[in-house]
């Protein structure tokens, strides 16, 4: 049962979402064609109580964004030695909405590690 929904300031997806990835502290990266969208983790939701993911953020993506994203993440489905069976802490979750796919990455595992750099420099873009 998901009860994320009970949560307060719980991230509610964008329509039209492609795929969604929550980093290892829980962070989550909303990504459709035209945008990607960054909801951080608040105190309240932190198994700390006191980690804060930043502030709530969403860039527009131009095609060869969106592409490099959509490639980064072929490559990810392939990667089978970066894959683990339950989602622990520090691990990364990666889901392909429109093909109900959900791939769970080890810690710091290259999978992991090329998709978080990617979103982030895509944030750190003017």
Do not use: W
Not at 50 to 58: E, H, I, L, M, P
Not at 75 to 102: A, C, P
Request: a positive charge; hydrophobic letters at 35%; glycine letters at 6%.
């Amino acid at each position: 049962m998901n009860l994320d929904a009970l949560l307060p300031n719980a991230p509610v997806p964008p329509p039209n979402l492609i795929y969604s990835y929550a980093d290892g502290s829980g962070n989550i990266y909303y990504i459709t064609k035209e945008f990607i969208q960054y909801k951080p983790v608040i105190p309240i939701q932190s198994s700390s109580g006191v980690y804060c993911g930043g502030k709530a953020a969403q860039k527009l993506l131009n095609i060869e964004q969106f592409t490099q994203i959509k490639v980064l993440i072929q490559q990810v489905r392939k990667n089978h030695s970066d894959f683990i069976s339950n989602r622990v802490k520090g691990s990364g979750h990666l889901k392909l909405h429109l093909e109900n796919e959900v791939y769970l990455l080890g810690y710091q595992t290259h999978s992991q590690q090329k998709l978080e750099t990617a979103f982030k420099a895509i944030f750190a873009t003017a």
